[in-house]
């Protein structure tokens, strides 16, 4: 079986530059040696193990494609970039017909959807990367669809914490506040509670110094009129090899629906999900 070739895009980032080396590290797949980076990366390469990655500038991205689909084939793209790109992003690689599976928040998501729908490519697109908490997410999505209004009335809070450099709120925290709208909870976006100081981080929520540059922390708290009730979810994820992986599955579902011959096609990680149980 030949390897998959993957692109990931957003490097010097610490996600995408983990992932690259658990690519390194599996039989399943080839890593592309270049990377589309910001403007303001100054470095023209990234060394992952002993391969050094080429960044590629916005400005010369339509250049330098035509090159690393003739030398490389076919391959699919990776996006952890940041969500100033995304659309941009998503439109350049419809346009050139690279699959991609975007673990970018943010953005415009109705115009990304779109953006694939009326393309000849496909997409994976998922505001998290760790199957785990997308589980966890559908099991929420179907109490809500069938106990509407459970926690009417109660009040909630939803706190979450991210590294410093991650500059936009949780896409999964924003994800969560429809299902409890649905339990009968009156709470918006606006009204998450976003954390990205360290010292907040390890002295009040007792993270791990050693994951301050690296983690993924969210809590859901249901508190009854009274206050006689409560009730609280938390998932709490330190590093990143959690999105590795989910990242793996994506790619390797995607590429089945490649070979089916699948087109202008949106997926998420519950199609993920589902397709590894059939």
Request: glycine share 8%; hydrophobic share 40%.
């Amino acid at each position: 079986m030949n390897p998959i070739k993957i692109m990931i895009n957003g490097m010097p980032g610490k996600v995408t530059a983990s992932i690259a080396e658990h690519v390194l590290a599996d039989r399943r797949f080839a890593l592309v040696p270049y990377s589309f980076t910001g403007p303001d990366v100054a470095a023209s390469e990234y060394p992952i193990g002993q391969i050094p990655i080429g960044l590629v500038k916005p400005e010369a991205r339509d250049e330098k494609i035509k090159e690393i689909m003739s030398i490389e084939g076919p391959f699919i793209t990776v996006d952890f970039t940041l969500p100033s790109a995304v659309n941009d992003n998503a439109n350049f690689y419809c346009c050139n017909g690279l699959p991609f599976v975007m673990g970018t928040t943010g953005g415009d998501r109705e115009k990304l959807t779109k953006t694939v729908l009326d393309s000849t490519t496909c997409a994976v697109i998922a505001p998290n990367m760790a199957k785990q908490i997308v589980g966890f997410q559908a099991m929420m999505e179907y109490a809500a669809k069938n106990f509407p209004g459970l926690f009417s009335g109660y009040s909630l809070e939803i706190k979450e914490s991210h590294q410093s450099t991650k500059v936009d709120t949780s896409g999964t925290a924003k994800a969560m506040v429809s299902y409890f709208n649905r339990f009968g909870v009156a709470f918006s976006e606006n009204d998450i509670i976003k954390v990205r100081d360290p010292e907040i981080q390890k002295n009040e929520w007792g993270i791990p110094e050693a994951y301050l540059n690296g983690h993924a922390w969210h809590t859901y708290t249901l508190t009854s009129p009274d206050g006689t009730a409560r009730f609280q979810f938390s998932h709490n994820i330190n590093g990143r090899d959690v999105y590795s992986w989910g990242t793996f599955d994506a790619v390797l579902f995607l590429e089945k629906k490649i070979k089916a011959g699948e087109r202008g096609s949106v997926y998420t990680m519950m199609d993920v999900l589902k397709g590894d149980a059939t």
